[in-house]
């Protein structure tokens, strides 16, 4: 069985949101804050959504980008 296409094409977003996840949760588990006052690291969920957050926005900065074949020039399109 294949994967499917989305999947494919946004691995390397998947797998930094999967990993950020695993990292924003011990960081809250061994780190975190213990008064209860920061509004991130005192909940475990925050602290999850933001490492998922965070870590598909690094791993997305290593996807390719689909290439432009056949590119128009600017100078020509603004006349």
Not at 41 to 58: K, Q, R, V
Request: one cysteine or more; charged letters at 15%.
């Amino acid at each position: 069985m294949q994967c499917p296409l989305f999947i494919r094409k946004h691995r390397l977003t998947i797998l930094g949101g999967v990993l950020g996840g695993v990292a924003g949760y011990l960081y809250y588990h061994f780190v975190g804050c213990a008064s209860g006052t920061c509004p991130i690291t005192s909940n475990p969920y925050m602290s999850t959504l933001w490492g998922i957050l965070l870590g598909g926005i690094l791993l997305n900065n290593f996807e390719k980008k689909p290439v432009d074949k056949n590119p128009t020039d600017l100078n020509k399109a603004s006349e």
